[in-house]
């Protein structure tokens, strides 16, 4: 079966964070060895709005077409759905990403487009639900019930068949590569600073054992991390820099060093295999994982630069947050990682539930204090997986949540115990105070190496200076 895959471009708002989607270049590779044949279509990179996008299922044959749904994308993908299906009435689509895992049937309510929805890991789902396809354009209910992480319609109601992940994502090996194109994809990385122009982003593997309140990554992967075979990390890496000339890698790894076996075998690797790349963890790596003979071995295999989470300046909200991170170990951690030569963000969070002025203001003078070469002052922002978003929900307090505005540099969400105008203020402060301080703003000057970053920075900026603000 021809299947097209689509990684949807924002419409009508700023994007200035466009990398390779490997997820769907997963799934892309598992429906490959089903016996399909897919193709993606990025959208997003090549500025493919839903008409033309539409015009692509048409002129390509495509009888299965997957479109991924982010939160701050979901009307974006809602656009790009019923252009397809307005044009092509006979396609089933199907809806996949982290809103349809974890709002499936809203989203088969409010997108009525979609024909179904992937709910969790779908390398076994999609295939198996083409191969279904094929037999009968309209499955009967006990053939689709079949199908792990699924969502269908049956009898006017949605049915959500039981959640499963896959125990052993080694066979999974590596994403579909030629299909994604990452040579094609100008700077935008993860992260504004790189030190290479060809980035490419990988996992190493998937889960997170952590509660923290405020991200749903351990619901969407689960808790136990599944690690990819080392080898294969290596093998993919090889290929990126040999057959595609990319000179930097981002690890988009919940956390790259929750199994700290397999991290020390990948950067044993690297330093073994010589491959002159240079690699990051954007995404973010846990202080408390960190010590000096870990901290060596990635700085020896290439690591230049990470990002940690450290959240709040202030002990009581980081308990509330189920961080699980005590902030004595920060400033020890940071130092160790500097001294290695890797640059560190700070990412931080303001606004919290039940987060005061004071909190606030304990968290920028953490952020100011710590030997951190940038900081990210990120307003809480109630993504849906999290146990926030479901509190909050179920409050009653997200009815008028603006999904366009959900994303960590907007307001899209204001708690009680802080006013709008306090929140602004605090971000907007905090960003000023840390960056204008001349060591760290000659330093940032210096990483800047192309106009792309430029754009980007002004572009975050301005979303940091004049934040929407959360409708009433």
């Known amino acids: 079966m021809n299947i097209l895959l689509i990684d949807p471009k924002r419409i009508n708002l700023e994007t200035y964070l466009i990398i390779p989607n490997i997820g769907l270049g997963y799934i892309a590779t598992a429906l490959r060895r089903a016996g399909h044949e897919p193709s993606i279509c990025n959208a997003a990179r090549d500025s493919i709005l839903p008409e033309k996008a539409a015009e692509t299922v048409a002129a390509g044959g495509f009888r299965l077409v997957g479109v991924n749904v982010f939160t701050p994308y979901f009307s974006s993908a809602a656009a790009y759905a019923r252009a397809v299906k307005k044009k092509n009435p006979a396609v089933t689509l199907v809806a996949g990403g982290p809103h349809a895992i974890f709002e499936p049937e809203e989203t088969l ?3 009525p487009e ?13 295939p198996a639900l083409a191969s279904l396809l094929e037999k009968s354009e309209v499955p009967a209910p006990d053939s689709l019930s079949a199908i792990p992480n699924l969502a269908f319609r049956s009898g006017g109601n949605v049915v959500l068949t039981p959640r499963k992940l896959i125990e052993d994502i080694r066979p999974l090996d590596m994403a579909a590569w030629d299909l994604i194109g990452p040579h094609l994809f100008s700077l935008f990385p993860n992260g504004i600073f790189t030190m290479k122009k060809k980035i490419a982003p990988i996992i190493t593997s998937r889960g997170c054992p952590y509660p923290c309140s405020f991200c749903g990554a351990g619901r969407a992967m689960g808790k136990r991390v599944r690690r ?4 294969s990390v290596i093998e993919e890496i090889e290929l990126l820099r040999n057959k595609y000339d990319i000179r930097e890698i981002h690890i988009m790894d919940d956390n790259f060093i929750s199994d700290r076996a397999a991290a020390v075998q990948i950067c044993e690797n690297l330093i073994r295999k010589k491959l002159d790349i240079v690699w990051a963890c954007p995404t973010g790596i846990r202080l408390d994982g960190l010590d000096a003979e870990l901290v060596s071995l990635m700085s ?6 990470t990002a940690v989470g450290i959240e709040s300046g202030s002990q009581r909200v980081l308990n509330m947050m189920n961080k699980k991170l005590k902030l004595d170990d920060a400033p ?3 130092n160790l990682l500097r001294r290695n030569g890797i640059r560190v963000t700070g990412f931080f969070i303001l606004g919290f539930p039940d ?4 909190d606030m ?7 100011l204090r710590l030997n951190i070469n940038r900081a990210n002052f990120f307003n809480f922002t109630p993504f849906p997986g999290s146990d926030m978003y479901d509190k909050l929900k179920a409050a009653g307090r997200l009815n008028n949540l603006d999904y366009d505005e959900t994303y960590i540099h907007n307001l899209s969400y204001c708690h009680e115990t802080i006013s709008q105008a306090e929140l602004i203020k605090a971000q907007r402060g905090a960003h000023f105070r840390f960056y204008l301080r001349p060591r760290i703003f000659l330093n940032l000057l210096r990483e800047i190496h192309s106009y792309s970053q430029v754009r980007i920075i002004f572009q975050r900026a301005m979303k940091i200076i004049f934040p ?5």
């Open 109 to 111: 309510t409010l997108i």
């Open 114 to 126: 979609f024909d179904y929805a992937v709910t969790g890991e779908g390398e076994e789902t999609l």
């Open 228 to 231: 990819r075979d080392p080898d």
């Open 300 to 305: 020896r295999a290439g690591c230049y630069s």
């Open 332 to 334: 020890e951690k940071v």
């Open 355 to 358: 987060e005061n002025a004071q």
């Open 361 to 367: 203001r304990e968290t920028i003078q953490l952020a």
């Open 468 to 472: 929407g603000k959360p409708k009433k």
